[in-house]
């Protein structure tokens, strides 16, 4: 208790003394320097909230055109070759199948990402519905084309790209597009462990989308259904 009087006591005399010794310069100065720093804070957070609200807008405005470029019956159509992919469909390794009358055809997933051309197209049908198979877009030869998911793959890259320059919000872009994400990663890792023709080629191609999700894993992130997605 001795002790803890001596201390206050020795405070109050400290106190005391710097108060005697400072000129009301000082103490203008003082106050000068506090306010400078404050305002020095409240800049920094004014501006740290302006990035974060630009990040916030230019997430939405990234997703707005994704979903604007690809249609439903385009994640539709990746959904069913993402389930066609299965064992359970009769799918040997690396491969997705269609059906045309009582046959399963084979269909290497590799190609679904062909550089050149317009992209894969598949004779028969991809089994879902009937609906979907109506909506989809067959050439002259009853083929249909699947180029859209190759389409998809591009747009996920570039937007992974605008995640690691830090322009948008990783949270905002899994919130909408997670589920896509998966399906897309899942069908190139079949693709670049089927084929060690591509492997090289589809990592450097879609580089900044296979690092975001390896970074940011999408299974830690909320999902939207297909359904959700305009």
């Known amino acids: 208790m001795f002790q803890l009087t001596s201390m206050f006591y020795f405070l109050q005399k400290l106190w005391a003394y710097i108060k005697s010794s400072l000129t009301i310069l000082d103490v203008f100065q003082i106050a000068e320097s506090i306010a400078v720093i404050v305002a020095l804070i409240i800049a920094l957070k004014t501006y740290n909230s302006q990035v974060k609200q630009e990040k916030f807008n230019n997430s939405l405005s990234l997703v707005e055109s994704f979903t604007k ?12 070759v ?16 269609t059906y045309q009358e009582d046959k ?6 590799a190609k679904l990402f062909l550089e050149e051309g317009q992209g894969l197209s598949v004779l028969g049908s991809l089994g879902g519905t009937e609906e979907l198979d109506e909506e989809c877009i067959r050439d002259s030869e009853g083929y249909i084309n699947l180029s859209s998911i190759r389409l998809i793959a591009e ?7 605008e995640v690691f ?16 994400v998966e399906i897309i990663c899942h069908l190139l890792d ?17 580089k900044y989308l296979l690092i975001m999700r390896d970074k940011f894993p999408p299974e830690k992130f909320p999902k939207t259904s297909f359904a959700e997605l305009s």
């Open 69 to 80: 470029r690809i249609k439903q019956t385009d994640l539709l159509i990746l959904k069913e």
């Open 82 to 97: 993402y389930m066609n992919t299965y064992e359970s469909c009769s799918a040997q390794p690396g491969c997705f199948v």
């Open 104 to 109: 399963i055809i084979q269909n290497h997933v």
């Open 155 to 161: 747009q996920l890259n570039i937007i992974a790209y």
């Open 165 to 180: 320059k830090g322009q948008i919000e990783i949270r905002i872009v899994y919130y909408e597009m997670n589920r896509i």
């Open 190 to 206: 079949i693709a670049m462990e089927t084929d060690s023709d591509e492997f090289f080629s589809l990592k450097q191609r879609f």
